[in-house]
């Protein structure tokens, strides 16, 4: 079992201890590596296992499980500590932390705010227990300057490129709630869509949120668009965070192919991301909503240092604007450069397969794989955007415009 952090349970109480088993069972992240129903136990029973990390119940008897706590934090330094309980009183809560608690988390514990837990501590756990790296995972949003700019072609390419290999899981996520085509790509036909998945979200295990996605045969999964059109939203922004953090724990990589309204629910998936892949094309429109979209970017704290600069369609003969002035204009690195094939690109789409059966060999295929290498962890660079890169007038290209 790789990439798994250990856990080990205490809660006197009988009831809320198997449910929380029940809970973690569902969690593929997580191995539940003891169990323990006495406060007087568990901290040899921490001694022996030596899990990565230790759940307390606070709730049967709160100053032995505060005393445990600490015991086990100068015992057990490297083992991270996370207490529970119903109470929300502070002077508790502030005992907790000063006992050694990472985490303070509510009873009784939801799935989502478990994982939230798992996701801060397991930057700070170094090792699991096979000494292999804690799983990461890594979000992508793809985001484009203009309507059909090549958006979905790239989000499910990538999404397929990245399911190529054995240790990557990866889900995409179609965003474009009212006119997404993402299954029309990979001829699917899904049962459920992301609205089922965040009407449920409180009661989704693991095993059911795969269930709920559809898998095809590259490997990747797709989660789609709501079926029907609707004149409201039909996830929140914290719903849609939900689902976000809940597929990070079971996919290293997600894919999420963003509308084009930049609304709150784009908005929400950007900031969840690691890398934002701006998609433009080199004519004027594109360029313009480039910077407009970068200049609303800047807004948004921390967003600007994850755009990463897709040119799609290079070397279409229309209202091409030369590469270096595109690069002075945006004042921003190109991080990749995708060739224009219109051929191939269609007749994947229209096949609904992958450019990678479609066209293995292609160099549209070649260059979408190199964007699933440079997006495997650890492989993007910290580069900034050359932020040194001169910002001319945004139009003053046009009198040197090829
Ligand atoms: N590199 C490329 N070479 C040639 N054609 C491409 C390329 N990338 C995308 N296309 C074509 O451009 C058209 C639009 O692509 P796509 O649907 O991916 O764009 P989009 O940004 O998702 O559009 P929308 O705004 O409708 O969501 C499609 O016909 C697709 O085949
Ligand atoms: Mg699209």
Known sequence: MTNVLRLAVCDPNDASRQDLKT????????????????????????????????????????????????????????????????????????????????????????????????????????????????????VVSVAGVCGGVG??????????????EM??????????????????????????????????????????????????????????????????LPLAPDELRRVISLLKATFTHLVIDLSKSYGPLDLAAMEASDDILLVTQLDLPSLRNAVRLMQFLHQHEGMIDKVRIIVNRLG????????????ETLGHEVFLQIPNDYATMVEARNNGVPLLTQAPRAKLTKSIQQLAQLLSPGAVSDDKPDDKKSRKGLFSFLGTSK
């Open 23 to 138: 809970m973690l069972l569902g969690i593929d992240v997580v191995w539940l590596d003891a169990d323990c129903s006495r406060y007087e136990f568990f901290a040899d029973v921490v001694g022996q296992t030596e899990p990565d990390l230790a759940l307390i119940s606070l709730d049967s008897n709160p100053a032995k499980a505060l005393e445990l706590t600490a015991r086990i934090h100068q015992e057990k330094p490297g083992c991270q500590l996370l207490v529970l309980s119903g109470s929300t009183e502070g002077s508790l809560i502030l005992q907790a932390m000063r006992n050694g608690a990472r985490e303070f988390l509510s009873a009784p514990l939801k799935l989502d705010d478990f994982l939230a837990a798992l996701d801060r501590v397991r930057h700070v756990t170094k090792r699991t227990s096979t000494d292999a790296p804690v799983r990461s995972s890594k």
């Open 167 to 232: 240790n990557r899981q990866t889900a995409i996520i179609d965003l474009d709630l009212a006119l997404g085509d993402a299954d029309v790509w990979l001829d699917i036909i899904p049962d459920y869509t992301i609205q089922d998945v965040a009407e449920n979200i409180t009661r989704l295990d693991y095993a059911m949120l795969k269930r709920s996605l559809t898998r095809h045969d590259c490997g990747a999964f797709l989660l789609p668009r709501p079926v029907e059109m609707a004149d409201h």
């Open 316 to 327: 279409l003969e229309d209202n091409q604007i030369s590469l270096s002035k595109a690069l």
């Open 151 to 164: 958006c979905t072609s790239l989000a499910i390419n990538l999404g397929c490129c990245l399911a190529q």
